[in-house]
Nanobody, 126 residues
Framework: QVQLVESGGGLVQAGGSLRLSCAAS?????MGWFRQVPRKEREFVASISWSGGRTLYADSVKGRFTISRDNGKNTVYLQMNSLKPEDTAVYYC??????????????????????WGQGTQVTVSS
């Protein structure tokens, strides 16, 4: 059993930045960030391989968001720059613990993850 705890959300003006953190209680392999707004499905944001050497981003955040990890601290980060009002959502981190293989196509689906955090609210005002 792995617990994931997100932090770093909050209220920011458009154009501003936030950094989300997700601390895991145990070993994880691939990690991902998703976001969700009311009455919509959970949306893929970014994923990262176990080593941190490979990443994938949704087109909507490419060039603005950066996912990274520190395996020594069992923590994954999401640096969000140039934030837009449409980035407003609850952000969730997710962990895959079954295999060190990184398949970015599969990891864009929430079904590929084994554990989820509780979510952190990000609100971007215009």
């Amino acid at each position: 059993q792995v617990q994931l705890v997100e932090s770093g959300g909050g209220l920011v003006q458009a154009g501003g930045s936030l950094r989300l953190s997700c601390a895991a209680s145990g070993r994880t392999f691939s990690m991902g960030w998703f976001r969700q707004v009311p009455r919509k499905e959970r949306e893929f944001v970014a994923s990262i391989s176990w080593s941190g050497g490979r990443t994938l981003y949704a087109d909507s955040v490419k060039g603005r968001f950066t996912i990274s990890r520190d395996n020594g601290k069992n923590t994954v980060y999401l640096q969000m720059n140039s934030l837009k009002p449409e980035d407003t959502a609850v952000y969730y981190c997710a962990a895959e613990v079954r295999s060190p293989s990184y398949n970015p196509a599969l990891l864009a689906s929430p079904n590929e993850y084994d554990y989820w955090g509780q979510g952190t609210q990000v609100t971007v005002s215009s």
